[in-house]
C-alpha cells in the first residue's frame, strides 16, 4: 500500500492497493470533507474510489473529485499511460466520481465511455466534446480478457437515475460506486471494522438510499443472478471484504422495512439541475423518519405513465421547480404530475435553485385551487443552500409526514388505554430539556425517558422519537447540553419547549441560555446541565437509544431537586 500526503489546507491524500489479480483501487481521501451535503453528517470525512483493471484490455472503472486533479492524474500516470486505457466505466455521474472524466478524455481521445443511457446523457451535458461510448443495460457484458467478463447491472435511483453495478466474475468483485458506501475516511482499505462504520454505513444508507427503498430491493435481486460477491468495491469509504454478507443483509433489512410503509409520498426533483437533488434528499429523509415511505423521481428521466401511477397511489406529492423552459421529456413529465395530482393529497413545494426555476406561486395557488393541502410552506432558496437550509428541508419533510400519519396516531392512542398501558404509565422520568448546536444548526428537546447507564466513564441514555428535528443532531460524535429541570420551577421552559415549532423557527427565541464549551446551548434557568457527547445508538422500534458520555456538568442549585413526571398511561410521554 502507497500513501502519499499533500500538506494543504484541508488533508487530502491518495492511496493505492492491490485488491485482486490484476485490480487496484486508487482511493482519494479527503479527511476534513466539510458537512455541506447532508450525508455528512458524521463528519467523518469521506473517499472517493476508482478502480484500475488490467486484462488484455484496461479499463477504469469511475474517476475521483476535481479536488483531488492533480494528485489523482499524476497518481494514476504513475500507475499506467493513460494512452493504455481502452474503456472508462462511468457508474454515476455526479461530479465526486466524474469530476476528472474531462481530464482523462483529454488525456487519451480514444477513450471508450461504458455507462447506462442516462449518464451519457449526463456526460454529453457536462463534457460537451464527442466521445467514443458504449452504453450499457443490466445484463450486457464487455470483456477485458483473463476472465474479467464485466456484467452490468442496473440500479436506477440508488441514488441518481444514471447508476449501474459492475460485476467482474474473476475476481467476484462488484463496483457500486456509491451503494453500499459510506463517508467515512481511514487507511483502512477494508472494513475491517465493523463497529467503527457501522453508524456511517447507516446513516450515509438514511439519507442517500432509504427514500428509495423499492429501487434498493429491485437492484438487489438483479445483483442475485450474479455470482458469488466476495467483494463490494464501492465508491466512498472502505471496499466491503470481511462483511459483506451482513452488510448487504442490512440494505435488504432496512429497505423491506421501508418499502412496507402504508402511506407513500412521491418527491420529484431534476438530478443535474441547481441543488434539486440535495435539497429533495433533505425533505425525503425528513418524510421518512415518521415512517411514511417516499418514491423519489427524477423529473428529466421517468416515464410519464410511471408518474402518472406513482402520484395516483400516493398520498401526497413534492415538487422541486424545474428549469423555467423545461423542454422534451420534462416538460412533458411537469405535466404529468400536474395532472396525476387528486384533491386531498398534500403537497409541498420547493426551489432548486438552479438559476432558472419555474416561478414557484402561481403553481402553489394552481395545486390549491385543485383542493390540495399545503404540507409545508414553500421553500424558498435565494442563496447557496447551507446546513440550515437543508434542516429547514428536513424538518418540512417531517412536517409533511407527521401530517400524514397524524390521524393514525390519535386512533392508536385512543385504542390502547388499557391495563397494561396504565401499568407501563407507571414508569416514571425525570424531565429534562436536550439542547444541540452543530454548524449553524440549533435544535432542542423536551425528554423524560432519560437514565443513567454507567459510571465510568459517566454515561446515560435517552430515548429520542425517530421523527423529531434534533435526532439529525444526535448521531455517533455530536454533542449536546442535558439540562435537568428542577421541580416546582420548571413549567415556563417545559410549556415553551413543547411548543410545536414550525421548520427552521429558531428554538431558543426569548429563552435565556448561555454557550457550553462543546458548542451548545445551557439553559440559564435549568437545575443543572451536562455536556456530553453521543458513544453509540441502538435503534428500538419508534425511537433511538441515545448512549452519551459526560464530559463536563454543574449544578446551579446544590438543594434543587429534579422535575419528575408522573403520566397515567404508557402510550405518550
Ligand atoms: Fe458519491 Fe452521488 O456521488
Known sequence: MVTTPLATQKRLSTQTEAIAKNITAIRSLDWDRDRFDIEFGLQNGTTYNSYL????????VDSSHEKFRRLYLDLLQGLIDPKEIDYLIVSHTEPDHSGLVKDILQLNPQIT???TKVALQFLDNFVHQPFERIQVKSGDRLDLGQ???????SAPNLHWPDTML?????????????????????????DTDLDKIAPDYQFYYDCLMGPNARSVLAAMKRMDNLG????????????LRYNVAELLHRYRHWSESQSKAEKTVVVFYVADYGYGDRLSQAIAKGITKTGVGVDM???????????????GHASGVVLGMPPLQASGDLSTNFGAVLAAMQPKQVFGLYESYGGDDEPIDPLRTKFLDLGLREAFTVIKVKDTPRESTYQLCDESGTDLGQNLIQAAKIKQLKSLDSDLEKAIGRISGGLYIITAQKGEVKGAMLASWVSQASFSPPGFTVA????????????????FVLNILEEGNYQSLMKHFLKRFPPGADRFAGV?????????PILTDALAYLECEVASRMECSDHWIVYSQVTNGRVAKAEGLTAVHHRKVGNYY
Open 464 to 479: 429520542v422519537a425517530k421523527d423529531r428535528a434534533i435526532e439529525s443532531l444526535m448521531q455517533v460524535g455530536d454533542r
Open 297 to 311: 423521481v427524477d423529473l428529466s428521466t421517468a416515464d410519464p405513465q410511471e408518474i402518472q401511477e406513482l402520484v
Open 512 to 520: 435565556k441560555t448561555q454557550t457550553a464549551a462543546n458548542g451548545s
Open 228 to 239: 458469488t460477491i466476495s467483494t463490494v468495491a464501492n465508491g466512498h469509504g472502505p471496499l
Open 147 to 153: 476472465g474479467h467478463n464485466l456484467e452490468f447491472v
Open 53 to 60: 483493471i488490467q486484462a488484455d484490455r484496461v479499463a477504469l
Open 166 to 190: 459492475t460485476y467482474d466474475p474473476a475476481t467476484e468483485i462488484l463496483f457500486t460506486c456509491d451503494v453500499f458506501g459510506m463517508h467515512y475516511c481511514s487507511d483502512a482499505v477494508f
Open 113 to 115: 465511455v461504458v455507462a
